[in-house]
């Protein structure tokens, strides 16, 4: 991660930690010597030379240890620490990577640094020592930078002028820089320069949760110009918000309509638990799983009857979903699909259900329970007559009240609803309320 980069991550963009391949690790408090490299506190650096700490080896903890502290201070512009550095004799020809599982800048040597700190003096000192650029490096530095100071049309031109030279590493750092500004613009100026072709690990997960939250904040022109370069966006956002446009290229794409592996909450889920139908549909038809994903513990059916209510096309989704072949058999907090529906007082998914359920399904369902939930739905905001259709519903579909004890708690409290009411009268006892 670039050094001046280093506070905002620290401040919530651990994202950014992609830079350094390590995008899953905690971002550690800044140790002694890199403090001292990173406020160009010579006197601090000075001390900490002379008691015996490296010239060639930062203190950073041992999964970061990828710069030297001449890179850290000739990135962080830092002119009198690498002069110091340099008076006493670290070495300027190392590079990036020191070791194989280190990714920023792979083959930047502190020349590379020095050019994208702007350190004029450094950069001929260590030419007049023979330190050769390594690759594009030193284009590569000025890139970076034109990208952080979000000048896009200075990264049009050093795009242009370098496409396909940039190594992986940098492509995927300033497509980060561009999404964690939400700067669509920006991002079609870096995508110029070209894609990642070997991504870095952990570089996929990250871009998603950028792009997560680009389109929380309603940036969707960002989703567009990764479309364009040819790069595939987070499938599980783009169904949330609805995007069925962007949704459908992404599939196109060869993108899994089930979304990233471990995805907490996948596509089909979120479309639904957002009311997004067409998506749903187009999800299913791509080979979304219909019960959702391992990971999950909510299932997309379950979303679509919670919707039922405040949403007109609430019932329309769980139609398309049980056709899709949704398991009924599922649960929240013990209460079963067909109770849930029953409480939202809805007849048409009521008898929708239970024409899916097994005869053992419906076996298993408390009946006396679920008629009085019925009726209470009916009791807190349902129409009279919608209760009687739901307990219509319940009849033809083959629940029984199933309680033989007269004094049951729930007989009870079905005769005491009934009681005046003929036509709930009616259907509780063709449901064999004794």
Not at 180 to 192: E, G, I, S
Not at 386 to 415: C, H, K, M, W, Y
Request: aromatic share 4%; with cysteine; charged share 25%.
């Amino acid at each position: 991660m670039s050094s001046r980069l280093l506070s905002h991550a620290l401040s919530g963009l651990a994202l950014l930690a992609a830079w350094t391949g390590h995008a899953e690790a905690p971002v550690p408090s800044i140790p002694p010597m890199m403090q001292a490299l990173l406020d160009d506190d010579v006197e601090t650096l000075r001390d900490l030379l002379d008691k015996g700490a490296s010239r060639n080896q930062t203190d950073e903890d041992p999964f970061r240890r990828s710069r030297t502290p001449l890179m850290v201070a000739c990135e962080a512009g830092s002119e009198k620490a690498a002069q110091l550095l340099l008076d006493v004799g670290a070495d300027p020809l190392l590079v990036i990577p020191r070791h194989d599982h280190y990714r920023p800048a792979p083959g930047w040597n502190a020349l590379c640094f020095a050019r994208y700190g702007r350190l004029k003096s450094v950069e001929s000192r260590l030419v007049s020592m023979g330190v050769a650029p390594a690759g594009a490096c030193l284009e590569e530095a000025d890139f970076l930078r034109a990208v952080e100071a979000r000048d896009v049309p200075e990264v049009k031109r050093l795009a242009a002028r370098a496409r396909g030279r940039f190594v992986d590493a940098v492509l995927e750092h300033a497509i980060s820089m561009a999404l964690v500004n939400h700067d669509a613009p920006l991002l079609r100026a870096v995508l110029a320069a070209g894609v990642p072709v070997q991504k870095t690990s952990g570089w996929e997960k990250g871009v998603a949760d950028l792009v997560e939250y680009s389109l929380y904040e309603k940036h969707v022109a960002v989703v567009d110009a990764l479309l364009d370069a040819g790069i595939r966006p987070p499938v599980a956002p783009l169904a949330a918000e609805g995007l069925l446009p962007q949704l459908r290229r992404t599939l196109a794409m060869g993108a899994s309509p089930n979304g990233m592996p471990g995805d907490i909450r996948g596509p089909l889920l979120r479309a639904t638990a957002n009311g997004h139908l067409e998506v749903v549909r187009v999800l299913l038809k791509a080979g979304a799983n219909v019960n959702g994903g391992r990971f999950e513990n909510e299932r997309p059916l379950l979303a679509a009857v919670d919707r039922l209510g405040e949403d007109t096309r609430a019932p329309q989704l769980v139609k398309v979903l049980l056709d899709a072949g949704a398991s009924t058999d599922v649960e929240r907090r013990g209460d079963s699909l067909l109770a849930l529906a029953v409480d939202k007082c809805h007849a048409e998914v009521v008898s929708a259900l239970l024409r899916r359920m097994s005869p053992k399904a419906i076996a298993r369902e408390p009946g006396a329970e679920v008629y009085v939930r019925a009726v209470r739905a009916g009791a807190a905001s349902c129409p009279e007559a919608e209760v009687v259709r739901v307990l219509e519903a319940l009849v033809a579909g083959g629940l029984r009240i199933q309680d033989p004890t007269p004094d049951s708690r729930f007989v009870n409290d079905l005769r005491k609803q009934a009681k005046g009411k003929p036509a709930l009268a009616k259907v509780l006892n063709h449901a064999g309320l004794p």
